[in-house]
């Protein structure tokens, strides 16, 4: 299993900007896929981002245009830019390597003015 820590969550107004980090334990890093969720307040987890091992990425609707998954694994780590937030993106964040069924703790995330 993988041990994933998130960082990088905050306090942010509506058009900021804010950048996540999530640093993995293991040299196999390389080889998942990496992803990033959000769960808000009253509704279901969903996908916002993955991240292929060869650096396909995917996103929601939602954050087209807006969001960034990127991945550097020889620092073992899969970042989330998030940029131009609105409120609706206030959330919990969680990294998550999906097929070794690792998720890490959650990073909270609001865009409020």
């Known amino acids: 299993q993988v041990h994933l820590v998130e960082s990088g969550g905050g306090l942010v107004q509506p058009g900021g900007s804010l950048r996540l980090s999530c640093t993995a334990s293991g040299s196999i890093f390389g080889i998942y896929v990496m992803g990033w969720y959000r769960q808000a307040p009253g509704k279901q987890r969903e996908l916002v981002a993955i991240?292929?091992?060869?650096?396909?990425?995917n996103y929601a609707d939602s954050v087209k245009g807006r969001f960034t998954i990127s991945r550097d694994n020889a620092k073992n780590t899969v970042y989330l830019q998030m940029n131009n937030l609105k409120p609706e993106d206030t959330a919990v964040y969680y990294c998550s390597a999906p097929d070794a069924g690792s998720w890490g703790q959650g990073t909270q995330v609001t865009v409020s003015s």
């Open positions: 991240i292929s091992s060869g650096r396909s990425t």
